[in-house]
């Protein structure tokens, strides 16, 4: 059984907001200093998925696919260190773009030419773009069913997956029939750390390249909205910090100056 | 011929709040979308809420009432919208961004290749007969604006940017149009959800929203910051660090992932304030942030700070409102 696990180089989500550079020519967020980037938080909970369904299912192959401009082949490499059999990198400078179409396109032609996967397991959204549509269209595009936001992921009897997906106050049970394509929240918990020697051996495999003109890809007929314009937003606030002599203090005066502002009037709600 | 079509999503019988913020879009947008509102109400038992959602002056209400969409099913709800949107042919639809209604918006715009304008805290129509609309990416670290073509669109306001419309009934309510639910095979399947009872109010309704981060260091803690919300008659919540540990449930999550909320109070106890968890708390009116490190970047969004020890200031800090009360 094949599981391929959908990854995407983004910037690291926890770079300051100071050192963002946005390019207004290309319509790009770049990083202006030397961050290396990061696999897409949520696609590594992905991977883990993955991983422990092949604690159950031994007979699982897991694939990690990625499609983008260029890659950190040290960062990307991060998913055979944890287990992953192969990993795929499909390189164009077409695919460094926030529109999910072209990127879908390139995940879909790339999967029906390694002969197809049993489970599709993505991330629920990409941390750079926030538009939590390639598993949308890439579900389309393969006519597989789609399940989303599983907090945990199952394969029973080798022909369904089932999930635990999760809602604003709980959680419901859904299914499908293999294959299907489902997406993960960051409830699933984090991806697993690689060990020493795990790291080692990874280091020395080689990611699979495949070029974009190798594949049938279908263009994109559809497009997201286009981005015209990117700024950093201000806040307009400015903090009042309270001064006093130990925590103690402090508390009880922050008590007091929300009390006298208004922003706190006890006795409940209205 | 429809112009706008608003998703009113029901929850257990109830209209969410959610209707009336795309209201408001709806009704800007109106002058330049010709065909009038109409209104999409698509669950199961949902009479009473349709009619309250068509207070709003709608040009029609469609109604698709179906025992099998009793539950928030994401593929039956959707097949629901995009068979209504095939008959009626709108130009756009208004969907809310709640985690039924974003995923309805989202295989509609995917199945139907329509453009979804999502996220968006402001929208308007441009001269040449697009849609341009302002969101953050990036977790919230950058604005971006977007255009859209000459659609048709499904537009996903983000919850709390748009000021909810005035609940109105008008004197003539109308007759719903019922549409049967009769759908291709589903390809998924699905159980009754298993709620979670929300221990006190919840953080997207509370006028006063106390939440707690990685500097707790436990669930432990969460127990005094329930008795300040008692105190105050608000709602505990937390950040995505708190949740994603288990030490709370993620009905409480504030942030990108979790709920966006707008509360008159904020106070943020060791929550360093990752950009993706102050997307979700920003458009308070007053933050209050207590932390331990100076640097967190949740005091550059807050209008009062304390750097010191939740664990020294919180305990005084309640025994001071305690105190106000006697």
């Known amino acids: ?270 | 011929m429809t112009g706008i079509l608003i998703v009113a999503e029901v929850d257990a019988g109830e209209l969410r709040p959610e209707f009336w913020e795309l209201v408001t879009v709806a009704k800007s947008l109106s002058a330049t979308v010709p065909g009038g509102m109409s209104i999409a109400v698509i669950g199961a038992n949902v009479d009473a809420a349709a009619r309250q959602a068509a207070g709003i002056g709608a040009a029609a209400l469609h109604v698709i009432d179906d025992d099998r969409l009793a539950n928030p099913w994401p593929e039956a709800h959707a097949t629901a919208l995009i068979r209504l949107c095939g008959e009626l042919t709108p130009k756009m639809v208004i969907a809310p961004r709640t985690i039924l209604g974003a995923e309805m918006a989202a295989r509609l715009a995917v199945r139907c290749r329509w453009q979804l304008v999502q996220d968006v805290t402001q929208i308007e129509a441009t001269a040449d007969g697009g849609l341009k609309g302002l969101r953050s990416v990036s977790g919230g670290a950058v604005a971006a604006t977007v255009r859209a073509g000459p659609g048709p669109w499904v537009v996903v306001p983000r919850p709390r940017a748009f000021a909810p419309a005035e609940i109105g009934m008008t004197a003539d309510s109308i007759a719903p149009v019922r549409h049967a639910f009769e759908p291709p095979p589903l390809a998924t399947a699905c159980e009754a959800p298993k709620r979670v009872a929300i221990e006190g109010i919840s953080v997207d309704r509370a006028k006063t929203v106390i939440a707690g981060g990685g500097g707790l260091g436990g669930p432990g803690p969460f127990a005094l910051l329930r008795e300040i919300a008692d105190l105050v008659g608000g709602a505990v919540g937390a950040s995505r660090v708190a949740v994603d540990s288990g030490w709370v449930q993620p009905a409480m999550q504030v942030g990108l992932t979790g709920k966006t909320i707008a509360p008159d109070l904020y106070i943020a106890v060791g929550i360093s304030g990752a950009i993706q968890h102050l997307v979700g708390c920003s458009s308070s009116q007053v933050i209050v942030a207590v932390n331990s490190d100076a640097s967190a970047p949740i005091f550059g969004v807050a209008n009062y700070g304390v750097v010191g020890d939740w664990k020294e200031v919180m305990p005084a800090f309640r025994d001071a409102l305690a105190g106000g009360t006697a």
């Open chain 1, 1 to 270: 059984m094949r599981v391929v696990v959908c990854l995407k180089q983004v910037i690291d989500p926890l770079t300051p907001a100071s050192t963002l550079a946005l390019d207004q020519t290309e319509k790009k967020i770049r990083v202006g200093i030397a961050a290396p980037p990061v696999i897409n938080g949520f696609d590594e909970q992905g991977l883990e998925a993955a991983l422990r369904l092949r604690e159950t299912n031994k007979d699982i192959e897991i694939v990690c696919l990625a499609a983008g401009e260029r890659f950190n082949n040290d960062v990307m490499k991060r998913s055979l260190a944890v287990g992953a059999d192969q990993l795929i990198l499909v390189q164009d400078p077409s695919l460094d773009t926030w529109d999910p179409y072209p990127i879908a396109s390139a995940l879909a032609a790339t999967i029906r030419h390694i002969g197809g996967a049993d489970l599709i397991l993505c991330g629920r959204q990409g941390s750079d773009w926030d538009n939590a549509l390639t598993p949308y269209i890439l579900a389309d595009l393969l006519e597989m069913p789609l399940l989303t936001l599983a907090k945990r992921v199952n394969i029973t009897d080798g022909q369904r997956v089932e999930i635990e997906r999760v809602l604003a106050d709980g959680s419901m049970m859904m299914n499908a029939a293999l294959p299907a394509l489902v997406t993960v929240t960051s409830e699933l918990g984090v991806l697993r750390m690689p060990s020493v020697s795990a790291r080692l051996t990874a280091a020395r495999k080689k990611p699979r390249q495949i070029a974009l003109a190798e594949l049938s890809v279908v263009a994109a007929t559809a497009h997201a909205p286009e981005v015209v314009d990117l700024a950093i937003p201000v806040t307009g606030r400015s903090c009042t910090f309270i001064e006093a002599a130990d925590g103690p203090g402090a508390g009880s005066r922050l008590a007091e100056i929300l009390l006298q502002s208004g922003a706190i009037r006890l006795g409940g709600e209205c």
